[in-house]
């Protein structure tokens, strides 16, 4: 057995079980938390995480069989299936965090109106709007063919099988305005975005300390070591505002960066792609499936302290049950031994 193969083996199951637990313990967080339901952004996060557990539960399995078996898995039907949803929910990610970018530019920018200008209902309104979008080119891509198994990948996806097929014009057109407007328009929303956010941030950091050690100059003479203290905290602010963008940022690109070149590199008749780097590729998409709950949401303080919660009521009906089931015994012990103390 091929050890390259192997490894991509492993490493698609290793990325389905986390993406699949992960995913799931940010829907349970959406479910059984008020708080993090009445939040805007909870509607994209809900959203974008309920993509990525269809993404673990049926592109990645086929994916993995496909490296199995080196063929087309589970019939014409399936296959096509497959392929639609690869594209629908590939477009319906990229997105949604270009979605999620967007509320947080105006959550910082314009914090005055943001309860105003981003409602559920605007909000609500803004998935529909990917929905749509992501259905568009997955039906276009359906009712003209072009979903199929491709081996370069070993997946089901947007495909031509014939490459000197007479409607290779119209996918090549198709593929370039597809990739354009999910990948770039995502991209350039994303820098935009968190560039502007990362601007306005740092411009209120420095206002806030400016005014705090001038409050902190008129109350008292204000020692060496504190100012110092107080730069090097807005020194730390500043880098974890950066760390931040750059993470929200360096994954998107990461992960769908070399897929999508060389999707359009294929294109290229005088191009042919290597099978293992097309594999590749296609984990690093699918491990953003994996990422996303912790980038997002779980390492986020709303999020930990819904799982605290729902891993607190769990406890406290373990051990309700466990003393409902244990007392009677220990009331026929206590009777018991008032009888023997009686008899006595």
Not at 92 to 106: E, G, K, V, Y
Request: charged share 15%; aromatic share 12%.
């Amino acid at each position: 057995m091929n050890l390259l193969n192997l490894f991509l083996e492993l490493l698609i199951v290793l990325i389905a079980a986390v993406s699949l637990v992960a995913n799931l313990l940010v829907l349970l967080c959406f479910t059984c938390s008020a708080q993090v339901r009445a939040q805007v952004p909870g509607i994209f996060i809900m959203n974008l995480s309920f993509c990525n557990i269809l993404i673990s539960v049926l592109n990645m399995p086929s994916t993995l069989v496909g490296i199995v078996k080196w063929e087309k898995p589970f019939g014409d039907l399936f296959c096509s299936t497959v392929s639609f949803m690869d594209t629908f929910l590939t477009t319906n990610t990229m997105l949604s965090m270009a979605a999620l970018s967007i509320d947080r530019w105006i959550a910082v920018v314009f914090p005055l109106t943001y309860p105003s200008k981003m409602r559920l209902k605007n909000a609500a309104l803004m998935v529909s709007y990917v929905w749509l979008h992501s259905l568009g080119f997955s039906l276009t891509a359906l009712l003209l063919s072009w979903l199929d198994y491709s081996q370069v990948y070993a997946s089901c996806t947007l495909h031509l099988g014939d490459p000197h097929n007479e409607g290779r014009g119209g996918f090549v057109v198709f593929t370039a305005v597809f990739h354009g407007c999910t990948f770039a328009l995502s991209l350039f929303i994303l820098c935009f975005a968190y560039l502007k956010v990362l601007q306005v941030a740092r411009f209120h950091c420095k206002r806030i300390d400016i005014i705090t050690v001038q409050t902190l100059l008129l109350i008292v003479d204000i020692h060496p070591s504190v100012k110092q203290r107080c730069l090097l905290e807005q020194k730390k602010r500043r880098q974890r505002a950066i760390k931040k963008i750059c993470i929200f940022i360096g994954s998107f690109v990461l992960c769908f960066a070399p897929y999508v070149i060389t999707r359009l590199a294929e294109l290229a008749l005088s191009v042919k792609i290597n099978c293992s780097w097309g594999i590749i590729s296609k984990c690093l998409v699918y491990s953003k499936a994996a990422s996303d709950p912790f980038v997002y949401s779980l390492l986020r303080q709303q999020y930990k302290k819904a799982l605290f919660e729902v891993c607190n009521r769990v406890l406290r009906r373990n051990s309700y049950s466990l003393s409902g089931h244990s007392s009677p015994s220990g009331m026929e012990n206590e009777s018991y031994t008032h009888k023997e103390l009686t008899s006595c």
